[in-house]
């Protein structure tokens, strides 16, 4: 996605109290997503879903190997800031394939792992029934 000069920008403030330079929602042109007046009922829904659908994903963050809850629980915080136009989509998207990176490497070093204890295990077998 390439945004050209010409794209209108969101005329909302971060809260950080910036000018938010998301790119506008499409048709109307003033706002993006996170800041369209229009919207503002919606978001609210879907902070109230939000809260419903905490719970769950913290248990479910929970279940996850702990140097995965950090990366999680990062991404949770760059999805909402991308939402609410505090974190450059452009930057979210560079944390989602480096975390992606991490989350590969993580899973190949326990493949390996569970690998070198099935040929452990396969080993023994085999001394044994000689
Ligand atoms: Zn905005």
Redesign the pocket.
């Given at each position: 996605m390439v945004a050209d000069s010409s794209s209108p920008r969101?005329?909302?403030i971060?809260k950080d109290g910036t000018a938010?330079q998301?790119l506008?929602s499409n048709g109307k042109g003033r706002?993006?997503?996170?800041?369209d007046p229009d919207l503002a009922e919606q978001r609210a829904q879907a902070r109230r879903k939000g809260g419903q659908n905490k719970a769950r994903a913290t248990r479910a963050r929970k279940a996850l190997p702990s140097r995965l809850q950090s990366i999680a629980e990062l991404l949770e915080r760059a999805l909402q800031e991308v939402y609410s136009?505090d974190l450059e989509p452009r930057q979210a998207t560079a944390l989602a394939s480096l975390s992606g990176a991490l989350v590969r490497l993580y899973e190949t070093s326990a493949l390996e792992q569970r690998m070198a204890s099935i040929e452990e295990v396969l080993h023994e077998l085999g001394r044994t029934s000689r």
């Open positions: 969101c005329q909302g971060k938010c998301a506008a706002f993006c997503l996170g800041h136009g």
